[in-house]
T-cell receptor, first 113, second 112 residues
Framework: DTAVSQTPKYLVTQMGNDKSIKCEQN?????MYWYKQDSKKFLKIMFS???????INETVPNRFSPKSPDKAHLNLHINSLELGDSAVYFC????????????FGPGTRLLVL | GESVGLHLPTLSVQEGDNSIINCAYS??????FIWYKQESGKGPQFIID?????DKRQGQRVTVLLNKTVKHLSLQIAATQPGDSAVYFC???????????FGGGTRLMVKP
């Protein structure tokens, strides 16, 4: 069984559109994250949620809005997509919010045309 | 600002040789370090971790060494195999926080 899953795996869309990426973890973890990986493989955290509450919000445009309906899900909605949003987005989860190993999903490859 | 690692260098090794991947970190308060492996088209996968009260930890074919004096972390892979080909990331955090900071990654290429 997949521990951290994301959908879709690939997302190709036009500039200006609104899109969502879904993430689910079946590990029973309390904390979930979204990361962005650029073309040079650099991984940067975007958001962190603990038990459905936002605890980290890095400098990310307001067009990005995470939503956590329950602690097993953390979805990422992106409004008015821009060319620079093209990247691979990874969801991750950890048991708690303190110094724990994070487990990553397979990634969503977003291409904005 | 604080940083872990810098660039994406490439390490090319012959199958069967040992590999050593290095990582420099700049936050002296960091107390937990993790090595991740990312294969092409996949998400980062946990390999091994180490806390700052240790200077060495061994896993299956992998060893992590931590030198707090010079703020250096290394991952040693014994008898490197083609399946070890991937990008390897070090990551660190401190004060039991969940802010995991990743280094820039090292690409390991294994020649058969």
């Amino acid at each position: 069984d997949t521990a951290v899953s994301q959908t879709p795996k690939y997302l190709v869309t036009q500039m200006g559109n609104d899109k969502s990426i879904k993430c689910e973890q079946n590990l029973g973890h309390d904390t979930m994250y979204w990361y962005k990986q650029d073309s040079k493989k650099f991984l940067k955290i975007m958001f962190s949620y603990n038990n459905k509450e936002l605890i980290i919000n890095e400098t990310v445009p307001n067009r990005f809005s995470p939503k956590s309906p329950d602690k097993a899900h953390l979805n990422l909605h992106i409004n008015s997509l821009e060319l620079g949003d093209s990247a691979v987005y990874f969801c991750a989860s950890s048991h708690t919010s303190g110094g724990e190993t994070q487990y990553f999903g397979p990634g969503t490859r977003l291409l904005v045309l | 600002g604080e940083s872990v690692g810098l660039h994406l260098p490439t390490l090319s090794v012959q199958e069967g040789d040992n590999s050593i991947i290095n990582c420099a970190y700049s936050n002296s308060a960091s107390d937990y370090f993790i090595w991740y492996k990312q294969e092409s088209g996949k998400g980062p996968q946990f390999i091994i971790d180490i806390r700052s009260n240790m200077d060495k930890r061994q896993g299956q074919r992998v060893t992590v060494l931590l030198n707090k004096t010079v703020k250096h972390l290394s991952l040693q892979i014994a008898a490197t195999q083609p399946g070890d080909s991937a990008v390897y990331f070090c990551a660190e955090t401190y004060n039991a926080g969940n802010m995991l900071t990743f280094g820039g990654g090292t690409r390991l290429m294994v020649k058969p």
